[in-house]
C-alpha cells in the first residue's frame, strides 16, 4: 500500500473544534388552509396537531392524507356481525370500516383486510396495529378483491360470514399529487391504484384509439362530448404527448372552448373531472374487476353470509343491483334491499364526500 507523507503529515481533526450543523425550523405553516399537499403537515400528523384535525372535521372537510369512512351505522346494520364470526373487508383503505369491523368480531373472530394499493396498505395495517388490532383478529393481505377466492383458500377457509366493498378511490388517493388523479395540481398522469402495474393514464392514452377513447368516456363517465373530446385528444397527442395532470386538464378546456363556445368554465371543469374519472377505470379495469368479484361472491359466502358494498359511479351501482337481484331470483341470494341506501342529510354535511355513495347488500341464500 502507498504511503503519502504529505497527507499522513496533516493531524487529523479535533472533533470538538467542527462546529455544530445549523438548526433548520421547519418551514412555517402555509396559513390556515395551505394548497401544496406537503404544506399540510398538521392534517397528516393528526396524533400530533389532533386540535387542527378537529377544526377540518369541524368544517365539513376531510384531513388532508386520510379518509373518513361512510355509513359506518348502516354497513354495522347490514353486517350483523357477531364476536366469534369471519369477515373481510375488500378495500381496506385507511382502516375507518375495519376498526368498526374488529370491534364487533372479537373475542374470537377475524377480520381480512384485502387492499392493491401497495402505497397505502402498509400504513393502514400499522395504523390498525398500533390500535390494538393483532395478527390474531387482524390479518392484512395485499390484493385486489377480485382475488378472495384465492385469499380465502390459501387462509384455509371455505367462506366467510360477512364481506364489505367500499368501491371507487380513497381520499389518500385522490389528495396525494403524486398519485395523478387529480388536476388541482401538476403531477405525473399516473392514476393506477396499483403504481407497480402497467399502463399508467399517460401510457394508456398514448395507445388507445380514438373510437376506445370515445368509448370510455361514454360508459365510464356519461360524458356529452365523448366524441370530440376523443377525437380532438388523440389528434394532438402526436405532437404533444399527455403525460401531465395539468396538460390533460388545459387540453380538455382548450377543446371545449374552440369547439363548443358559450360554455361556462364550472361547465367545462365538470368535463374534466369526467375525463379523469373514465381514465381511471379503464387505466384500472375497475368495471371488470367488480364484475368478476360479482360472480364470484356467492361462493365466498356461507349459507346466511351478509354482504355490502358502497358504490359511487352509476356503473358501479347497476352492476350491484343487477347481480344482486339476479341473485335472488335464482336462490343464490336469500334477500337484497329494493331501494337503495343513501347517507342521511346529517352525514352529507359533515362529509361531503358522502353525497354520491350507495349502499347495496344481500345475504346468501
Known amino acids: ?132 388490532w393483532g395478527e390474531d383478529v387482524f390479518t392484512a393481505i395485499r390484493s385486489n378483491f377480485a382475488g378472495l377466492p384465492k385469499v380465502l383458500a390459501g387462509l384455509g377457509l371455505a367462506g366467510v360470514d360477512a364481506v364489505l366493498a367500499d368501491l371507487g378511490v380513497s381520499s389518500m388517493q385522490l389528495d396525494d399529487p403524486a398519485r395523478g388523479f387529480t388536476f388541482k395540481t401538476d403531477s405525473p398522469l399516473d392514476l393506477r391504484l396499483n403504481p407497480a402495474r402497467a399502463p399508467s393514464g399517460a401510457e394508456w392514452l398514448a395507445r388507445v384509439s380514438a373510437a376506445d377513447l370515445a368509448t370510455a368516456f361514454t360508459e365510464n363517465s356519461d360524458e356529452t362530448h365523448a366524441e370530440l373530446l376523443a377525437r380532438e385528444l388523440t389528434a394532438r397527442r402526436a405532437s404533444t404527448p399527455l403525460t401531465r395532470t395539468l396538460q390533460l386538464a388545459y387540453a380538455i378546456r382548450a377543446i371545449l372552448r374552440e369547439h363548443v363556445p358559450r360554455q361556462d368554465p364550472e361547465t367545462i371543469d365538470d368535463s374534466v373531472r369526467r375525463v379523469f374519472q373514465a381514465v381511471r377505470i379503464a387505466v384500472n379495469d375497475e368495471f371488470g374487476v367488480l364484475d368478476l368479484f360479482l360472480r364470484q361472491l356467492p361462493t365466498c359466502l356461507k349459507p346466511g353470509g351478509r354482504v355490502a358494498i358502497l358504490t359511487f359511479h352509476s356503473g358501479e351501482d347497476r352492476r350491484v343491483k343487477q347481480a344482486f337481484r339476479a341473485g335472488v331470483r335464482d336462490s343464490v341470494y336469500a334477500a337484497t334491499n329494493d331501494e337503495v341506501v343513501r347517507a342521511g342529510p346529517e352525514e352529507r354535511r359533515a362529509n361531503p364526500r358522502s353525497s354520491s355513495a350507495k349502499l347495496r347488500w344481500a345475504i346468501r341464500a
Open 1 to 132: 500500500m502507498l504511503h503519502d507523507p504529505i497527507s499522513s503529515s496533516i493531524p487529523d481533526p479535533d472533533p470538538s473544534a467542527i462546529p455544530p450543523a445549523p438548526h433548520r425550523r421547519r418551514p412555517r405553516y402555509a396559513g390556515k388552509n395551505p394548497r401544496r399537499f406537503a404544506d399540510k403537515y398538521k392534517e397528516l400528523n393528526p396524533e400530533r396537531y389532533a386540535a387542527d384535525v378537529a377544526k377540518v372535521l369541524a368544517a365539513g372537510k376531510t384531513p388532508a392524507g386520510s379518509h373518513r369512512p361512510i355509513m359506518v351505522a348502516e354497513i354495522l346494520a347490514v353486517l350483523a356481525l357477531r364476536p366469534g364470526e369471519h369477515a373481510v373487508d375488500c378495500t381496506l383503505g385507511f382502516g375507518g370500516h375495519a376498526r368498526e369491523l374488529c370491534a364487533r368480531l372479537t373475542p374470537g373472530g377475524r377480520l381480512i383486510g384485502l387492499d392493491v394499493d401497495p402505497v397505502e396498505h402498509p400504513k393502514t395495517t400499522a395504523r390498525l396495529r398500533g390500535a390494538g
